[in-house]
């Protein structure tokens, strides 16, 4: 473990898919708390680079340290790790054949119980051999998981003013409130870092703003981060710091003052110029 | 009308109802749990056939299924039948009945085109569903077993029902290796008297009988499916 408040650090990451390098070698600190919006032309590299972050995409080369372990590293069990890297997608993913509330309460209860049903194994074997000190405290059942799990996921769901879908299935949702059940399904797993990729590009202009306004309320709860967006105004507003990607590079990066207002690379100036 | 006494005659007074009943049965059984194996080897082998392939297992696996498939798609169902009953059950020196010889030809050679309904239902489901599972920390065949594969059902039922069409008019070659289906059954009524129009004709009717309800029971099913989707 590394003395640092980084809650990821990657270092020299690239990623190619057969011969052409998408990501050309980036490093990026992020610390807790942070918001990170990243920015840039499209096919540079945005969501390449943002699914590399919890090895959606497994990278070609470099490291990714989230909280200190290299995920990048294909020895380590990635899915422990992707528990606590939500991640939000453009076209929402919601499953289609779960209804609102088992779309959210499927991985945190699946995994759960999972977890107790290997320590009860693990316990049964501890008992058999005669090791009583290596045995686990349990201290849940699989139908208090259930529970928690419920009334967690009904929490969320009257938070983003959604309780009444609980029983409802995708297919009968507007884009805005797939999107904002996607957001509470990840919040579900209680992630210390949040990865949107365009999470607004999808949806009909009238719902932007629901959308907006509920990653905004993530963001002041002190969630870090990691926005793909198109969105300038919302970077601006809600992303302590600004990545302009471009060619599979981070050309610059800022406080959006600097990035925005006051763009040193040729690359962002002519990007912003098209865009604002 | 003589032809039709005849066979009137062979059939209910003379008890022939009786071995095509049972011919019937054993159509069935073969074209059922053929079906069923076919069901669970194919949906094996698409699995083996849509995980990612790095490491070695996978890909040796993936060569098995693909000599497998190869072979039982390449060549005719009767050619199976005959190694199977004459070629393999002697040189392996043991004896099957012949009906359960039929089942398991039956079912592997299904598994094979079951197989390729299977991976195209699986791939039919936009990958973002399995990304969603993956992301939130879901291993790969739980994502799939819940996610996936559920949804894939509603496109695989309809063409898994065709197959099992398919299988329960090719039970007419088991004869092939003496087993009394419904064809033979009905043969054995034409043969007493050398006398198959009618007999051969009530076959056929039979067969379609048969295929028609299936198509029927596929039908339902569908309209029950899409309905489920739409379901508040
Ligand atoms: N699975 C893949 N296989 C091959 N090439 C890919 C794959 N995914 C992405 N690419 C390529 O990598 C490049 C970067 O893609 P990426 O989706 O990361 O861009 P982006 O910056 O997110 O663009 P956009 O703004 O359009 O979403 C593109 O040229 C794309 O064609
Ligand atoms: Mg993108």
Redesign the interface.
């Known amino acids: 473990m590394k003395e640092s408040s980084n809650i990821i650090e990657v270092k020299g990451l690239t990623k190619s898919f057969g011969e052409t390098e998408v990501l050309k070698g980036i490093d990026l600190d992020i610390s807790e708390g942070e918001k990170i919006a990243i920015i840039g032309p499209s096919g540079c590299g945005k969501s390449t680079f943002l699914r590399c972050l ?1 090895c ?1 995409e497994d990278p070609t080369s470099g490291s990714i340290y989230f909280d200190g372990v290299d995920i990048a590293d294909v020895r380590v069990d990635i ?5 606590h ?3 939000v ?1 453009q ?1 929402f ?6 209804n609102v509330l088992q779309n959210i309460m ?2 945190p209860v ?2 759960q119980t999972k977890r107790l049903r290997r320590a009860k194994i693990h316990n049964f074997f501890c008992k058999l051999f005669r090791k009583k000190e290596k045995m686990i405290p349990i201290e849940t059942t699989a139908e208090r998981i259930e529970e928690n799990a419920r009334a967690r996921a009904m929490e969320l769901l009257n938070r983003i003013g959604l309780a009444d879908k609980a ?3 995708p ?2 949702l507007s884009g805005g409130q797939k999107q904002r059940i ?1 957001i509470a ?2 919040l579900a ?1 209680n992630p210390k870092v949040m990865l949107f990729d365009e999470p607004t590009s999808a949806l009909d202009p009238e719902m932007v703003g629901e959308v907006l306004d509920l990653i905004r309320e993530v963001a002041n709860d002190g969630m870090t981060m990691v926005i793909v967006t198109h969105e300038m105004g919302f970077a601006r507003e809600v992303a302590d710091r600004i990545l302009f990607m471009s060619d599979g590079v981070i050309a610059e990066q800022g406080t959006p003052e600097q990035v925005f207002d006051h763009p040193q690379n040729p690359r962002t100036q002519q990007f912003l110029k098209c865009v604002l | 009308m003589k032809a039709f006494d005849v066979f009137y005659q062979q059939f209910i007074t003379k008890g022939g109802y009786k071995t095509v009943l049972l011919g019937l049965l054993t159509t069935l059984q073969i074209a059922i749990i053929g079906l069923l194996i076919g069901i669970v080897l194919g949906t094996l082998i698409a699995v083996v056939k849509v995980i990612p392939k790095y490491k070695k297992l996978p890909k040796a696996l993936n060569a098995i299924c693909n000599v497998y498939v190869g072979f039982f798609r390449g060549t005719p169902m009767v050619v199976q039948l005959l190694i199977g009953y004459f070629v393999l059950m002697p040189a392996l020196g043991i004896s099957l009945d012949a009906v359960v010889v039929a089942t398991i030809v039956f079912g592997l050679n299904s598994g094979a085109y079951v197989s390729e309904i299977m991976r195209a239902g699986i791939q039919s489901v ?1 990958v ?2 399995l ?9 790969f065949s ?1 994502a799939m077993l ?2 996936v594969i ?2 894939s059902i509603k496109n695989i039922l309809p063409t898994l029902g065709n197959e099992f069409i398919v299988l329960v008019k090719d039970t007419s070659i088991v004869s092939f290796i003496a087993v009394t289906d419904l064809t033979k059954a009905f043969r054995q009524i034409g043969d007493a008297n050398y006398e198959y129009i009618v007999p051969y004709l009530f076959l056929a009717l039979v067969y379609l009988v048969i295929v028609m309800l299936i198509t029927y029971l596929i039908k339902l099913m569908e309209r029950r499916l899409k309905r489920s ?4």
């Open positions: 919890n959606m899915n422990v790790h992707r528990e890297i939500g991640m997608f076209q993913n919601l499953f289609n054949n779960k499927l991985a699946h995994l029983d409802v299935y297919s009968t996607a399904r990840a797993m | 936009d973002g569903q990304e969603a599972g993956r992301a939130l920390g879901l291993p739980t819940k996610i559920p949804q989707e739409r379901k508040q």
